[in-house]
Nanobody, 119 residues
Framework: QVQLVESGGGLVQPGGSLRLSCAAS????????MSWYRQAPGKERSLVAI????????NYADSVKGRFTISRDNAKNTVYLQMNSLKPEDTAVYYC????????????WGQGTQVTVSS
């Protein structure tokens, strides 16, 4: 059974940091690119960051470049999102997504973790 379990969300003050984790099981983690999305109330879910299957390539939304860092540990089947210099507009539910390597396979989503940036 495929599982993506996010953790590390919470309440943080503006300027603070959080590290999200997403632990994967039930599929060949090392074959999948991994990504983080977020969805704020009343807004569509949008891509925050993505990392290639072996971790050599990353890409970020313009709004988080220079503040967020995506990384992965294939030995632990885990992807991370280090979030620094957080702003109130970063408040959202954050989801991890496993990106299928070919259309033959499925994408997988986690259940999400809430991040709230507020003083």
């Amino acid at each position: 059974q495929v599982q993506l379990v996010e953790s590390g969300g919470g309440l943080v003050q503006p300027g603070g940091s959080l590290r999200l984790s997403c632990a994967a099981s039930g599929f060949t983690f090392g074959n999948y690119a991994m990504s983080w999305y977020r969805q704020a109330p009343g807004k569509e879910r949008s891509l925050v960051a993505i990392i290639s299957s072996v971790g050599g390539n990353t890409n970020y939304a313009d709004s988080v470049k220079g503040r967020f860092t995506i990384s992965r540990d294939n030995a632990k089947n885990t992807v991370y999102l280090q979030m620094n210099s957080l702003k109130p507009e970063d408040t959202a539910v954050y989801y991890c997504k496993a990106v299928a390597p070919t259309p033959k396979y499925y994408d997988y989503w986690g259940q999400g973790t809430q991040v709230t940036v507020s003083s």
